[in-house]
């Protein structure tokens, strides 16, 4: 079956490290997209890519990375830099025909 | 700024009842307004899409309407079932060709209670 797979479902780090968010699909989408979800809050864009190799700031960005090395792997890194990381992370795929497929999500937590 | 504004914040309702979502955007250029549904710590599941031209699409006991003029949708949800209760997200697109950009919501929380 076609999804996007995201790994793992709950990660906690500790102060000053980074870790890594994983995102797969292998629905063919040429578009990855990741998502910050906050409580009471829309989701917000931290990150976009729409072709291998190349991608794209949103609109929170500070504090994270991506790589877009293959066209079925997109993924997050959060840095030390991100000072209030404790969040829901959501990872998405389309195509520029406007489908969107939702990952089932990343929570991570700071300890 | 384009912003998607989504009423009520919460809403309970009884088994079997019918209730209505609103959703309320300023979104320029309007491309497409997307309805979603999250369960509580999974990833969000599309209902419906509508563009510009349609002003009614069904998804089984869900229903979503468009006003392009007033830029209102609304979310029907007939013969409520607990697995209903979830956030309802209301998505629009902006853009007019290669990137769009999501707008979301800041959603529903539906509780269904026997």
């Known amino acids: 079956d076609g999804g996007i797979t995201q790994s793992p479902k709950y990660l906690f780090r500790k102060e000053g490290q980074n870790v890594t968010l994983s995102c797969e699909q292998n629905?063919?989408?040429?578009?990855m997209y990741w998502y910050r979800q906050d409580p009471g809050q829309g989701l917000r864009l931290i990150y976009y890519?729409?072709?291998?190799?190349?991608?794209q700031k949103g609109d929170i960005a500070e504090g994270y990375s991506v790589s877009r090395e293959k066209k079925e792997s997109f993924p997050l890194t959060v840095t030390s830099a991100q000072k209030n990381p404790t969040a829901f992370y959501l990872c998405?795929?389309?195509?520029?025909?406007?489908?969107?497929?939702f990952g089932s999500g990343t929570r991570l937590t700071v300890v | 700024k384009n912003q998607v504004e989504q009423s009520p914040q919460s809403l309970i309702i009884l088994e079997g009842k019918n209730c209505t979502l609103q959703?309320?955007?300023?979104?320029?250029?309007?491309?497409?307004l997307r309805w979603y549904k999250q369960d509580t710590g999974r990833g969000p599941v599309s209902l419906t899409i509508m563009t510009f031209s349609e002003n009614t699409k069904s998804n089984g006991r869900y229903t979503a309407t468009l006003d392009a003029d007033t830029k209102q949708s609304s979310l029907h949800i007939t013969a409520s079932q607990l697995s209903d209760s979830a956030s309802y997200i209301c998505?629009?697109?902006?853009?007019?060709?290669?990137?769009?950009?999501?707008?979301f919501g800041a959603g529903t929380r539906l509780a269904v209670h026997p």
């Open positions: 998505v629009v697109s902006a853009g007019s060709g290669g990137y769009n950009k999501l707008i």
């Open positions: 998405a795929s389309g195509t520029t025909a406007g489908g969107y497929t």
């Open positions: 890519s729409q072709i291998v190799n190349d991608f």
């Open positions: 629905l063919n989408h040429d578009a």
């Open positions: 959703c309320n955007y300023t979104v320029s250029p309007f491309s497409n």
